[in-house]
Every structure is written in structure tokens, then in C-alpha cells.
């Protein structure tokens, strides 16, 4: 089972770069160039430029998908919610006489989800979960390395890339969660205990809240689903009990963490309340009550405060001004298909599918994004796109990846613990049930 999880069981065709370098331009057209600006329909330099960056990262995933090897077929479900979703924006945008913007970022997401499809049919769920990740994290590690001197400001924020500490902590936390998921699958090397602490530490540094909150969440329910501990898994698990409890109990760093900003602590969420309550009660006409104001509305205007407009620090609120009550029915069907799905994914790739999905969902009610073009949609489409029943079932029987048995007759189960991983077995092998259904294989 250990292989399976790095490596498909058929070779790759295509060289590895390919993959990295397709994760490295959709990340870079994604994740912010520029602090507290948003997209609101002009062309500038930089907009022009992620949309080049954009263009070659569809080219060149349509390349590997044409003359790569299909590991897997995506199934409709995705596509289909996401095409009803940014349908129902353009016509919202359409009707708030944006629509020229509002088309612009719909086939922003289009080109991303597009995008991930291809490189999921050419390299198979598990090079392409890595390669993106572990991209994400290069390029979270890379700001959090450029922006050290920002922690004088008492939170840890972007140099290269300039990108805020609520990015950063989500960047790294996905990484530190498929980490928790080859340490609980014994396919972690020895030094990625040291990774995951590191992680921990950055996501920390940033003063993130929210985020580090669902990381923790989502780790519990990673962990309360673990069969078994590796013996590297069990000693950080036991030697995090009492350095939690250290810090809680005989330091003030929790403290200072909760309680970081003082009064603003009120301010931040009177201000997010305050935006939630203006979307509630938006006075707006029927069309844009049903569809929205298109997925270029990021402020909304507020009254009785000293100032006029307020960030939508919410994927939910935003989905509800954004596409309206049509739209906001939709994202609530598809996060209930991806959950759907990611509880019935097979292991071992169900923990990790939930508790990526914990993380970017429950995530979302305090931070945007999550229907738009950035880092927490790829990962929410990346689950969903893998956990679609024609994914888990299109992948060779016998792979670890999904759990699938082999239905040879010949064979009593299934197969773990080769060095390749592979199905039929190599000579010198032989299979044999188990009570848990997981693969193992016996030398001779």
C-alpha cells in the first residue's frame, strides 16, 4: 500500500516536469500579485500577464492529456455543477450590466478547472494530488522565507510572492495535511516528521486563526480514521500531546494567538458581520435576487459606519451577491456531492479527501474564495474531480491508490507491501485476504 500512494500502477509516459511545470503556472495565475486589489473588470499589466500564464498552463495540461497515457476518465459531475455555477454569474453580472468582467472570471475558472481535468486523465490521482500540492507549498514556503522580516508586524506575510498571511497559512496547511496522510499511510520518509512541524510553525507564525483552527479540525478527523500508526506517525502524535499542552497551560502564545489585535479583535468581526448582514439585506430586484451581481462583486456597500464599502469575507455570502439564490442552491448540491463522494472514496485516499475537504468548507465561511479563481478552489475541484465515482472506478483493479480489489480468479485478495506496488504480483509473491480488505502481499 506504501507505493501505490506515490506511484500509480501503470509507468509514466510523460516526464515529471511536465506535471510540476503545469502546477506551477495554474499556481502562479492564481494566488495574489498584488495586496487588497481585486479584479474589477480593467486590463492592466498584471491581469494581462496570469492570463498568459493561465493560457500556457491550459495549453500545455491539453498537451500532456493528448499525448499522455489516460490513467483515469473525470466524470461529468464536476464540469456540470461548475459550468451551471458560472452560468448563473454571467447572467447575474449580465443583468448588473457587468457582464464583460463577470465573463472574464468565469473563464478564469473554466481554464483552471479545465485544466486540472487534463492533468488528472494524463498523470492519475496520486501524481497529480503531490505535484500540486506539494507546488503549493514551494511557493508558501518561498513567501513565508522572503517575508520573515514582516513577523516584526506580528504576523507573518509574503515577500515573494506578496501574498497575506491568510494565503500562506492555507498554502502550507494543505501541504502539512498530506503530510499527517503519508505519515498515517506509511509512505513518509523519515525527514517529513520535521516537515510537518515546520508546517505547523508557519501556519502559526501567520497569526491565522481561522486557519489554523480547521487545520486542527481536520487533522482530528484525519487521525480518528488511522487503522494503524506507523512507528514515526505514533512518536510525533505522542510527542505533540505534551507540547500542546506546554504551550497551553505554561505559555502565553495561545493566549496571544486568540487574543492577538486586542479591541480589533471586535472591529474584524463587527466589520464581517456588519458585510454579512448588508448581503442579507441587499435591497436588489428580482433578477439579481435570483442570479446575483456577477463573481466580480467582492465589496458590498454598507450604511451607518464611517466607512462605505466592505470586504465579503465569506465564499458563502459572496456565492449568495454573486450569483444569487440559484447559484448559492448549487454550491450547496456540489459540496454535498463532493462530500458524498469523499466518504465513499476508498482507502487509503478517504482521510485525505476529507480532511482536505474539512479543511477548504468549513474554511470557507470566513474567507472567500472558494467558487472563484484561486488556491482554495483548485483544492476543493481537485477533490471533488477525484472523488467522482467514474474516477474511483476507471483506475486498474488491484490499485492501492483506490482501494479497488482485483477480481481475478486466481487471486484470494488484494495486494500491499511490494516494493512496486504493481498488479499481477512478481514472481516470488502471492496474495492473501485480510480481514480489513487492505492489499498485502507475502514473499515466498
Not at 317 to 333: D, E, K, N
Not at 345 to 352: A, N
Not at 401 to 412: I, N, S
Request: charged share 10%; proline share 5%.
Amino acid at each position: 500500500m506504501s507505493a501505490a500512494l506515490r506511484d500509480d500502477p501503470a509507468p509514466a509516459v510523460l516526464p515529471r516536469w511536465l506535471l510540476y511545470t503545469c502546477c506551477l503556472l495554474l499556481v502562479a495565475c492564481t494566488i495574489p500579485w498584488r495586496r487588497g486589489t481585486y479584479f474589477s473588470g480593467g486590463l492592466d499589466p498584471v491581469v494581462a500577464v496570469k492570463g498568459v500564464i493561465g493560457s500556457l498552463g491550459l495549453a500545455l495540461s491539453g498537451y500532456c492529456a493528448r499525448r499522455g497515457t489516460a490513467r483515469v476518465h473525470p466524470g461529468p459531475a464536476t464540469m456540470a455543477l461548475a459550468a451551471a455555477y458560472l452560468a448563473v454569474s454571467f447572467l447575474g453580472g449580465w443583468g448588473a450590466g457587468e457582464a464583460l468582467p463577470s465573463a472574464v472570471v468565469a473563464v478564469r475558472v473554466i481554464m483552471l478547472l479545465v485544466s486540472l481535468a487534463f492533468l488528472l486523465g494524463a498523470f492519475g490521482v496520486s501524481d497529480l494530488v503531490h505535484a500540486m500540492v506539494y507546488t503549493m507549498g514551494a511557493v508558501g514556503l518561498l513567501a513565508a522565507l522572503t517575508g520573515v522580516g514582516t513577523l516584526g508586524s506580528g504576523r507573518l506575510s509574503g515577500g515573494v510572492p506578496p501574498v497575506a498571511p491568510n494565503e500562506i497559512a492555507f498554502l502550507t496547511g494543505v501541504v502539512l495535511l498530506l503530510t499527517v496522510h503519508r505519515l498515517m499511510e506509511g509512505t513518509a520518509r523519515r525527514w517529513e516528521p520535521w516537515l510537518a512541524a515546520g508546517l505547523a510553525a508557519i501556519v502559526w507564525l501567520t497569526g491565522s486563526r481561522t486557519t489554523l483552527a480547521t487545520l486542527v479540525l481536520a487533522v482530528f478527523l484525519m487521525l480518528v480514521q488511522a487503522r494503524r500508526f506507523t512507528v514515526p506517525a505514533f512518536v510525533a502524535l505522542v510527542a505533540a500531546i505534551p507540547a500542546a499542552a506546554f504551550a497551553i497551560l505554561a505559555t502565553s502564545a495561545v493566549s496571544n494567538l486568540v487574543l492577538r489585535g486586542g479591541d480589533q479583535n471586535v472591529t474584524t468581526l463587527a466589520s464581517r458581520t456588519i458585510a454579512w448582514q448588508a448581503a442579507l439585506s441587499l435591497d436588489t430586484g428580482a433578477w439579481q435576487h435570483l442570479f446575483g451581481g456577477g463573481l466580480t462583486l467582492k465589496h458590498i456597500p454598507v450604511s451607518g459606519q464611517y466607512w462605505e464599502t466592505q470586504l465579503l469575507d465569506s465564499s458563502w455570502v459572496s456565492a449568495l451577491v454573486q450569483t444569487g439564490l440559484v447559484g448559492l442552491g448549487i454550491a450547496l448540491v456540489w459540496v454535498l456531492a463532493v462530500l458524498v463522494g469523499a466518504v465513499r472514496s476508498h482507502r487509503p485516499w478517504r482521510p485525505l479527501w476529507l480532511g482536505l475537504f474539512l479543511f477548504v468548507v468549513v474554511r470557507s465561511l470566513l474567507e472567500s474564495g472558494m467558487f472563484d479563481a484561486s488556491t482554495s478552489f483548485m483544492v476543493f475541484a481537485l477533490v471533488s474531480l477525484t472523488t467522482e465515482k467514474a474516477v474511483r472506478m476507471a483506475e486498474p483493479e488491484g490499485s492501492v491508490a483506490t482501494g479497488v480489489l482485483p477480481t481475478r480468479p486466481d487471486t484470494e485478495a488484494v495486494v500491499v507491501g511490494h516494493p512496486t506496488g504493481t498488479w499481477p504480483p512478481p514472481a516470488g509473491y502471492r496474495t492473501r485476504a485480510t480481514a480489513s480488505n487492505s492489499l498485502h502481499m507475502d514473499a515466498w
